[in-house]
């Protein structure tokens, strides 16, 4: 599919992460359907392409995109990225004379602002005009009267920061000295602390999980509990989708099986906004439960990656947990999962169970870790090397575990060139290969 024959934003998801965001900085994409797109795919689309690629994209959005896209950007759990806040001012700063700032600026929590003048500007005040300045290196937006002095180490920081002033001085002058005023009125933390509150509060307005829905989606739970569960039909383990979701995410890895064939029939037989809406809600969960930055692309691809796999995980757990449920049925694979559809079973409870398998995994290589290491430094009973053994058994211990490379295939040992490599778990299999191991 291209973008010359899409016609739906929905269609537009399709196209998976890193085709859609070629075809939203190139253009291909109609204005207004830009401007229909969650803030969270168009900052996935920025973060992939290059701010510095992105900026024409950038000049299309509404304000309302632009400020959550900055609410996703510049934070990483509750710590403001100072950071990445220079990367947007100095690519921004020249774009159509001064309209690329403008719009970065209008769009900013004053919070923000507040932090960085209280942090890197010295204001002095006089009643009367004074053509001397306090110091060295301070200067006057209006002749004499204030006299501001920056103190950024970095050259071109200072230059940008001169430079946003200046502008805020000429364009809203009112607000300029509003802004002084208020940055001397609290400290540096109160002003970050007031500036995440307000990014938590827009995101939650986004659907984006908190940290309190967060841990409740990533609570592990047997499969077997969650057959009963549907037995029984009981919603308890369910989660409203509060408005349709856009996920590209959803369709990558279209290999992965059975994953790929339940989400076909899913988006089939419901509303694929609403199966879109929960895959989102479930990476988002992730991202905030495992403390990912947003703007880390290469780290979110790699939970993204793990979430599926842990999916994926899940529906094998629960198919093998039916079939033997129905075995005198013979219902092939298929007719199972069509089955758990139309039972309502939702991909929250999937990657539920998915987890459950990987947490015994984890367990079982933290203990695995602590026997080694409660034993006779002389003594070795893995049969192993035992520093890249107890390195594999702390790659499978994180949070969320993946797995060396070498503990995936049949008689692989810790000496192979790429032993340690850090692959996804994806399959029931995987875990069966990596227990062989550490058992």
Not at 21 to 38: F, I, N, T, Y
Not at 218 to 232: F, G, K, N, S
Not at 251 to 271: A, G, I
Not at 377 to 401: I, N, R, V, W
């Amino acid at each position: 599919m291209t973008t010359s024959n899409i016609t739906s934003i929905q269609q537009l998801t399709t196209l998976g992460p890193q085709r859609l965001a070629r075809s939203l900085v190139r253009g291909d994409v109609p204005e207004q359907m830009v401007r229909m797109l969650p803030p969270q795919v168009i900052h996935s689309a920025i973060r992939l392409s290059g701010l510095e690629s992105a900026t024409e994209l950038f000049m299309t959005l509404s304000d309302e995109q632009v400020a959550r896209i900055l609410d996703f950007d510049l934070w990483h759990r509750d710590q403001f990225s100072e950071d990445n806040f220079w990367l947007w001012l100095a690519t921004l700063s020249d774009v159509e004379f001064f309209s690329g700032m403008d719009k970065l600026l209008r769009n900013l929590d004053p919070e923000i602002l507040c932090l960085l003048v209280h942090r890197y500007l010295d204001v002095v005040m006089f009643d009367e005009p004074t053509e001397a300045p306090p110091a060295a290196e301070y200067y006057t937006p209006d002749r004499g009267y204030t006299w501001l002095g920056i103190s950024i180490e970095d050259n071109d920081r200072h230059v940008l920061f001169a430079r946003m002033l200046a502008y805020i001085v000429e364009s809203r002058p009112e607000f300029f000295y509003q802004l002084l005023a208020e940055a001397q009125a609290a400290t540096q933390s109160a002003f970050e602390e007031n500036a995440y509150t307000h990014k938590e509060r827009n995101l939650a307005a986004e659907d984006i999980p908190d940290f309190e829905l967060s841990i409740q989606i990533h609570r592990p739970l047997p499969a077997a509990t969650i057959l009963d569960a549907l037995e029984r039909k009981d919603t308890a383990m369910s989660y409203d989708i509060r408005s349709p979701g856009l996920c590209p995410a959803l369709h990558v890895d279209r290999t992965l099986e059975p994953l790929t064939s339940f989400l076909n029939l899913m988006l089939d037989q419901h509303d694929p906004t609403i199966v879109e809406g929960e895959m989102a809600l479930i990476l988002g969960a992730a991202i905030v439960f495992y403390g990912v930055a947003h703007y880390e692309t290469s780290e979110v691809e790699t939970m993204t990656r793990q979430v599926r796999g842990a999916m994926n995980i899940g529906l094998q757990s629960l198919l093998k947990q039916s079939l033997g449920r129905h075995s005198e049925t013979n219902h092939s694979a298929q007719e199972i999962l069509k089955d758990l559809i139309s039972r309502e079973l939702d991909l929250t409870a999937i990657y539920k169970a998915g987890l459950f398998e990987i947490s015994r995994l984890r367990q079982a290589a933290l203990s695995a870790m602590k026997k080694i290491k409660d034993e006779s430094p002389t003594h070795s009973s893995t049969g192993y090397d035992d520093e890249k053994f107890l390195q594999s058994l702390a790659m499978l211990g994180e949070m969320f575990p993946k797995a060396p490379s070498w503990m995936l295939l049949a008689g692989g040992t810790t000496t192979s060139p790429e032993a340690l490599t850090a692959k996804t778990l994806n399959h029931l299999q995987d875990l069966q290969s990596v227990l062989e191991k550490i058992s």
